[in-house]
T-cell receptor, first 114, second 114 residues
Framework: NAGVMQNPRHLVRRRGQEARLRCSPM?????VYWYRQLPEEGLKFMVY????????ESGMPKERFSAEFPKEGPSILRIQQVVRGDSAAYFC????????????FGPGTRLTVL | AQSVTQPDIHITVSEGASLELRCNYS??????LFWYVQSPGQGLQLLLK??????LVQGIKGFEAEFKRSQSSFNLRKPSVHWSDAAEYFC????????????FGAGTILRVKS
């Protein structure tokens, strides 16, 4: 049973470009969380999604960031017009459902904005 | 607001010595608690978790943690540290009432000297 998969593992973008980060949850998991880890900090919650629904986006910056989890395919975290401050590691985690509280983390995508 | 405090940013212990990493939380709901370990450039690996029941929980790699509700603490311990334990350790709390999103501490970097 494959774990949570994220790609790419490393992503380099120039200021103003778009970044797309993908997360494939574990088999049988329908809930995904995205977290951001800035350099030398802990992880901060960004968004919580169910298939085709955003449940909680209270941690998402108001502009340039969006997330989706379509019926088919991976969850996508999209950052438009990236700035240097977006450089961070982005982790996703998945669970079976709202009543299942253990989250399984992917290896992360490390975004570098030049 | 929910918060997790890991008061020690860095800890250095000798190989074979005992270890205790501190974690205090402030949370408005009945929490469940986790300890994760992260090696440089890697994702998060779950060491142990507390949901309910026995307040002393055993984890992988010889780690244990004790939940003390009266002190709002969940300290991580290991009786004898190995050089391979050098990594960053994160304490996290969550609750079903908050959609299970995790709140992380800032982390403690463990260095092991031989």
């Amino acid at each position: 049973n494959a774990g949570v998969m994220q790609n790419p593992r490393h992503l380099v973008r120039r200021r103003g470009q778009e970044a797309r980060l993908r997360c494939s949850p574990m088999k049988g998991h329908s809930h995904v969380y995205w977290y951001r880890q800035l350099p030398e900090e802990g992880l901060k919650f960004m968004v919580y999604l169910q298939k085709e629904n955003i449940i909680d986006e209270s941690g998402m910056p108001k502009e340039r960031f969006s997330a989706e989890f379509p019926k088919e395919g991976p969850s996508i975290l999209r950052i438009q017009q990236v700035v240097r401050g977006d450089s961070a590691a982005y982790f996703c985690a998945s669970t079976q459902g709202a009543r299942y509280n253990e989250q399984f983390f992917g290896p992360g995508t490390r975004l570098t904005v030049l | 607001a929910q918060s997790v405090t890991q008061p020690d940013i860095h800890i250095t212990v000798s190989e074979g010595a005992s270890l205790e990493l501190r974690c205090n939380y402030s949370y408005g709901a009945t929490p469940y608690l986790f300890w994760y370990v992260q090696s440089p450039g890697q994702g998060l690996q779950l060491l142990l978790k507390y949901f309910s029941g026995d307040t002393l929980v055993q984890g992988i790699k010889g780690f244990e943690a004790e939940f003390k509700r009266s002190q709002s603490s969940f300290n991580l311990r290991k009786p004898s540290v190995h050089w391979s334990d050098a990594a960053e350790y994160f304490c996290a709390v969550g609750a079903v009432e908050y959609g299970n999103k995790l709140v992380f501490g800032a982390g403690t970097i463990l260095r092991v000297k031989s």
